[in-house]
């Protein structure tokens, strides 16, 4: 198995978090977005898009988080990341896309530039859009936490794609110093989730790649 990935990025950390938790070795390949290295052809020849994460695994190769991690729950089902009911895959799906979807399309690092680059925003305007972006989605993701279905994690005691996927979105949410005093719940279940090995393994200044 081979994960290209920044160590920064948040989509590639969920898959990190998910390939510990399931105990899967795998080669960590370095793709750096601040040197262009996904922009290179040998690259863009592997994942059209140039984004990270892409993972291989033997004669399967994928792209997307969100994919990366379906594909490892088919496919390696034990320490499953997904409820056994319908209700509670859905839940967790649901939890898991207002990260994937709805937050880190906009705040992630090729926005940021384009905002700066391209339409001239200031750094405190561009903070401003940051900020603005994770508490929107943040307040959604705490409500639904208050809805008696959570409980250690973002579903009942069990780690879940929603806890994999909001722990990066909180680290970097931290890296641009935005208020998150008013979720509680999220910060509980961050906490608890930092505690055990395979998200410890998995954060930003653990990789061999982290400058």
């Not at 910060?187 to 653990?206: D, G, H, T, Y």
Request: glycine share 6%; net charge negative.
């Amino acid at each position: 198995m081979e994960l290209y990935g920044y160590f920064r990025s948040s989509a590639a950390y969920r898959v990190r978090i998910a390939l510990n938790l399931k105990e899967l070795d795998y080669s960590l390949i370095p793709v750096s977005l601040l040197s262009g290295d996904h922009k290179k052809n040998d690259y863009l020849q592997k994942n059209p898009q140039g984004f990270v994460p892409y993972f291989v695994d033997g004669d399967v190769a994928v792209g997307q988080s969100m994919a990366i991690l379906e594909y490892l729950e088919e496919n390696y089902p034990s320490n499953a990341l997904l409820p056994t009911n319908a209700f509670g895959r859905a839940r967790v799906r649901q939890l898991s896309h207002i990260i994937a979807c709805d937050i880190h399309p906009l705040d992630n690092l090729r926005v940021l530039k384009y905002i700066t680059g391209e339409l001239g925003l200031s750094e405190d305007q561009k903070t401003a859009w940051y900020h603005h972006w994770i508490i929107e989605g943040f307040k959604a993701f705490e409500i639904l936490l208050s809805d008696g279905n959570s409980g250690k994690f973002c579903h009942g005691d069990q780690v879940t794609f929603a806890d994999v996927c909001l722990v990066p979105q909180v680290y970097n949410a931290r890296r641009f110093n935005c208020p998150l005093e008013a979720f509680p719940n999220i910060i509980r279940i961050v906490e608890n989730c930092n505690k055990l090995n395979s998200f410890m393994q998995a954060m930003p200044e653990n990789q061999t790649d982290a400058t």
